[in-house]
Nanobody, 116 residues
Framework: QVQLVESGGGLVQPGGSLRLSCAASGSIETINVMGWYRQPPGKQRDWVGFITSGGKSVYVDSVKGRFTISGDIAKNTVYLQMNSLLPEDTAVYYC??????????WGQGTQVTVSS
């Protein structure tokens, strides 16, 4: 079992920046991927990106060049740095981990609102 706690959401103006954090606890030695999904109002939850235990990060096209996932799985924390935010980035952002047996665990979500 892995428990996740996200923080860092809030209200930001278009063009602004925000950094989300995700801290893992529990069976952290089994984690091989940590990443993020987001769910805009009234829409489905979509994948944003992830970072592997080897440090490789991958992103959905819509956030490439604007969002950066960093951190260290071995140190239990990853970050989502979001720059040049757009109104369409407004969503609840969920941290997730995938462990070696294929199970996925989710955080509780944190609201990000991009509005003037």
């Amino acid at each position: 079992q892995v428990q996740l706690v996200e923080s860092g959401g809030g209200l930001v103006q278009p063009g602004g920046s925000l950094r989300l954090s995700c801290a893992a606890s529990g069976s952290i030695e089994t984690i091989n991927v940590m990443g993020w999904y987001r769910q805009p109002p009234g829409k489905q939850r979509d994948w944003v990106g992830f970072i592997t235990s080897g440090g490789k990060s991958v992103y959905v096209d819509s956030v490439k060049g604007r969002f950066t996932i960093s951190g260290d799985i071995a140190k239990n924390t990853v970050y989502l740095q979001m720059n040049s935010l757009l109104p369409e980035d407004t969503a609840v952002y969920y941290c997730y981990v995938r462990v070696v047996d294929g199970n996925v665990y989710w955080g509780q979500g944190t609201q990000v609102t991009v509005s003037s």
